[in-house]
């Protein structure tokens, strides 16, 4: 390796800066927290190189993967992901680095693709082909250590790299076998016997309050994991994999929400919800303390902290360890009480607006907005649930620029913020985007059963689709569209339809529920938890089940 003496000349042979792909795994302690670390010190390197010029930014991800160990099997599975950078480094100042975040992460000497703390490696370097070894001794792959290989020579046998490669960069033609990234995965795909175990997406939750993470080079600000969640992955070929639909438990800590506000607005209520919606078969527990509801009052920031914060607080210093323990979303779109409700306990943000604040059309405002809510999510590392919304929830709902067609009016606009939010310096893991096509936001009721009827398009994986891949969330519990269909007159004119509350439309909603587990929908946010519960489970039942 290259004395920090001989850096400098490096540094300056770089006119530009070089886009880079890097895979990275873990398979030994907190995996997540891990590989998190690994990219915190990626954007370092003037701490692990010792010089002022190094540059390197992160800046696209892939969603991240549990995996299957490959070629040594009796060692536990992988946590996987890819990342794109921009650096200045020439390839082998950037082995160099990356080698020495594996020290720092805590790679120790192990069997050749045993386990590891992390493992992080140069997949592409521009379109570069790079071999660092003699020309005598490029046989085989026998005798690569403290060598550069460029593309990494065994990436075309392993799905671990290229379905991540495949989340950012599909179209990359690989320098040597002249095929895209999704042709190399889809003849690896097609390779697969049906007792191999298929890659699954995970969401890591991660743990607060957190303490810093130690390293030779400093500390980093990378909180422990908490609980993840697995997720079935789709790909051109289709989805696959074994996939739960999980239950978000509706916790409004208002006076003006529809229909629990008043109910939970203080702490013993609020606890009691908690800890019902848990036994009954809750996977996250979602705080609100602003009524979305065009109609509520205004809540200022602190008042909406007053009132989310000490339920979290109090979910978290209960004594029943499963309630303890819970899963807490925040439901807000400001990054004031979105970073006082994690510090609080919280493990995930809701945002309604996606980022950009309720103004529409969106302006330099609503930029401004998503901006300093990137940037407290990827400071926190938590998973963000981003909604499709036109500002105020019964406004803006034409869609003629699109001839009606709502999910394509959600790939497009909600697709654009997603982009934003990943993409670019300071962007957002790819892996803790959540997506909600936003039911009664801005949208007629009638093209609401449609969009229904064709959730899993919305994320379906073809050309210029930014939500591709993106777990699914739908949120559909007692809202006010159920009701304007309950009220028209049935065809033959003997049933006159009926007026109906919220507490009404439980029913109606049940029937939105088994149609989101029969679209795919990796989350479903209800009310009734224990009824809701029921539901899912027997969905889940009918559409998993196998005619073979």
């Given at each position: 390796m290259y004395h920090s003496s001989s850096y400098f000349h490096l540094y300056m042979s770089a006119l530009y800066l070089h886009t880079v792909a890097l895979a990275l795994g873990s398979n030994l302690g907190d995996r997540f927290a891990n590989i998190e670390t690994a990219l915190c010190l990626l954007e370092a390197p003037t701490a692990l190189l010792g010089v002022d010029e190094a540059k390197l930014s992160v800046i696209d991800t892939s969603f991240m993967y549990e995996t299957a160990p490959m070629y040594v099997t009796d060692q536990p599975c992988f946590a996987n992901c890819a990342c794109m950078v921009e650096t200045n480094l020439e390839p082998i100042v950037l082995l160099d680095l990356v080698k020495k975040i594996e020290d720092a992460v805590g790679r120790v000497p192990t069997i050749r693709n045993g386990p590891r703390a992390v493992d992080v490696d140069i997949l592409f370097y521009d379109g570069s082909n790079i071999d660092?070894?003699?020309?005598?001794?490029?046989?085989?792959?026998?005798?690569?250590?403290?060598?550069?290989?460029?593309?990494?020579?065994?990436?075309?046998?392993?799905?671990?790299?290229?379905?991540?490669?495949?989340?950012?960069?599909?179209?990359?033609?690989?320098?040597?076998?002249?095929?895209?990234?999704?042709?190399?995965?889809?003849?690896?795909?097609?390779?697969?016997?049906r007792d191999e175990p298929p890659m699954l997406k995970v969401i890591p939750f991660p743990k607060y309050p957190c303490a810093s993470t130690s390293t030779p080079y400093g500390s980093t600000s990378v909180p422990s994991t908490a609980k993840y969640w697995t997720v079935a992955s789709t790909c051109a070929e289709g989805k696959f994999g074994p996939s739960k639909t999980r239950i978000m438990a509706i916790l409004n800590v208002t006076t003006d929400s529809l229909p629990d506000g008043s109910l939970h607005n203080e702490v013993p209520a609020a606890l009691e919800y908690a800890t019902t919606s848990v036994e009954s078969g809750a996977d996250i527990i979602d705080v609100g303390g602003y009524s979305a509801d065009p109609r509520a009052k205004f809540v200022s920031e602190d008042e909406e902290i007053n009132r989310v914060v000490p339920v979290i607080k109090a979910i978290r210093d209960q004594g029943n360890d499963s309630v303890r323990e819970a899963l807490i979303s925040v439901d807000t779109f400001r990054w004031g009480v979105a970073e006082a409700a994690v510090q609080a306990g919280a493990n995930c943000i809701n945002d309604i607006y996606a980022f950009t604040g309720p103004g529409?059309?969106?302006?330099?405002?609503?930029?401004?907005?998503?901006?300093?809510?990137?940037?407290?999510?990827?400071?926190?590392?938590?998973?963000?649930?981003?909604?499709?919304?036109?500002?105020?929830?019964?406004?803006?709902?034409?869609?003629?620029?699109?001839?009606?067609?709502?999910?394509?009016?959600?790939?497009?606009?909600?697709?654009?913020?997603?982009?934003?939010?990943?993409?670019?310096?300071?962007?957002?893991?790819?892996?803790?985007?959540?997506?909600?096509?936003?039911?009664?936001?801005?949208?007629?009721?009638?093209?609401?059963?449609?969009?229904?009827?064709?959730?899993?398009?919305?994320?379906?994986?073809?050309?210029?689709?930014?939500?591709?891949?993106?777990?699914?969330?739908?949120?559909?519990?007692?809202?006010?569209?159920?009701?304007?269909?309950?009220?028209?007159?049935?065809?033959?004119?003997?049933?006159?339809?009926?007026?109906?509350?919220?507490?009404?439309?439980?029913?109606?909603?049940?029937?939105?529920?088994?149609?989101?587990?029969?679209?795919?929908?990796?989350?479903?946010?209800?009310?009734?938890?224990?009824?809701?519960?029921?539901?899912?489970?027997?969905?889940s039942a009918i559409w998993s089940g196998s005619d073979s």
């Open positions: 660092t070894r003699p020309k005598n001794s490029r046989r085989d792959l026998e005798n690569l250590a403290g060598e550069l290989v460029v593309p990494h020579p065994r990436m075309a046998e392993r799905e671990f790299v290229l379905r991540p490669l495949n989340d950012m960069i599909p179209d990359f033609v690989h320098p040597i076998y002249r095929k895209t990234v999704r042709a190399l995965l889809s003849g690896v795909v097609s390779r697969r016997t529409y059309p969106l302006d330099q405002a609503s930029t401004d907005h998503l901006l300093k809510m990137r940037d407290i999510t990827r400071r926190l590392c938590v998973p963000v649930v981003l909604m499709h919304s036109r500002g105020a929830g019964d406004s803006n709902n034409d869609y003629s620029a699109y001839n009606g067609n709502l999910v394509s009016a959600i790939r497009t606009e909600l697709g654009d913020k997603v982009d934003k939010i990943v993409r670019g310096r300071g962007g957002v893991r790819r892996w803790f985007v959540i997506v909600d096509p936003g039911f009664e936001f801005s949208k007629p009721v009638d093209a609401q059963y449609t969009l229904l009827r064709n959730m899993a398009s919305i994320t379906a994986d073809d050309h210029e689709n930014h939500l591709a891949g993106c777990p699914l969330l739908v949120g559909t519990s007692k809202k006010s569209f159920l009701g304007v269909v309950l009220e028209r007159p049935g065809s033959e004119g003997t049933y006159k339809g009926r007026k109906t509350s919220p507490q009404e439309r439980g029913w109606a909603t049940a029937a939105t529920v088994a149609c989101a587990v029969q679209q795919g929908a990796s989350v479903v946010r209800v009310h009734d938890v224990l009824e809701m519960h029921d539901v899912v489970a027997i969905a």
